[in-house]
């Protein structure tokens, strides 16, 4: 039997050198090759030179360590040149842009080997700036409801459609005289219990809240008596988005005597 033909590594790593440029430019994200010894860009597709801002043949020859803007990249990249170190490392960073803005990335960082002596590192990168500008615009959402909802005379209780608490302002705990570790914790079975036995008929106020479940539509409005002998008015509300109902928003008020 013949012995098969020896194999020329250095000739598979040339060979695989000559594919990466076509191969990273077939991915959808910003992608560099970075050579181990200096940390140097020896290629990157064009989604890196959009993150960049730059053509990508200006991040040819570039020190990657020279593209982040935060201390702990040093860090990182001591870790991506130690040859002991991890063979994948994963962190959230910024990448600096020509015009010297920070851009806020997901970078990936893995060290492929065709071949003996033949190493890369692969730095793939995903641009977070529309994740991180809906996140602080869902911020600045929750702040403004909150703020809303502190406005209210009324007490305000909104529940989703299984259940659970979404939000309340102080005015429905100090109605319903709930204690504050049951709200910060949002332990939701626990404030509904103190709600039920807070009521002068348990029964009939869970039957009710039954019937108003049972109906995600339903408006309705109900008078409740504590044990304490205040008299409540309950109004409850669908909450609803693209018309379909999402949740339920119901507030609380002392009834006015003789309601």
Request: glycine share 6%; hydrophobic share 45%.
């Amino acid at each position: 039997m013949n012995n098969p033909l020896p194999v020329d590594r250095f000739s598979i790593a040339e060979a695989a050198r000559r594919t990466w440029p076509a191969l990273i430019e077939a991915m959808l994200e910003a992608v560099c090759l970075v050579e181990p010894e200096g940390l140097r860009v020896v290629a990157a597709n064009a989604a890196a030179g959009r993150l960049f801002g730059v053509d990508p043949a200006e991040l040819v020859g570039r020190d990657m360590r020279a593209t982040a803007s935060t201390p702990e990249d040093d860090a990182f990249w001591e870790r991506v040149a130690d040859k002991g170190g991890a063979p994948q490392l994963l962190s959230h960073s910024f990448v600096v842009r020509a015009d010297g803005e920070a851009v806020p990335v997901v970078r990936r960082v893995s060290r492929i080997e065709p071949g003996p002596g033949n190493a890369l590192w692969v730095v793939a990168l995903v641009d977070r700036s529309e994740q991180v500008r809906a996140e602080a615009t869902l911020a600045d959402s929750v702040a403004e409801l909150a703020a809303t909802l502190e406005s209210v005379a009324d007490g305000i209780l909104v529940v989703d459609l299984g259940g659970h608490i979404r939000n309340f302002n102080r005015r429905f705990a100090a109605l319903w005289g709930v204690p504050d570790e049951m709200l910060l914790l949002r332990a939701d079975d626990e404030v509904f219990d103190w709600m039920r036995r807070r009521v002068e008929s348990p029964a009939t106020y869970e039957r009710r809240l039954a019937e108003i479940e049972a109906d995600p539509a339903l408006r309705a409005t109900d008078m409740l008596r504590l044990r304490s002998g205040a008299l409540i008015e309950r109004g409850t509300l669908p909450q609803v988005a693209r018309g379909r109902p999402i949740g339920r928003v119901f507030t609380y008020r002392i009834a006015a005597p003789g309601a």
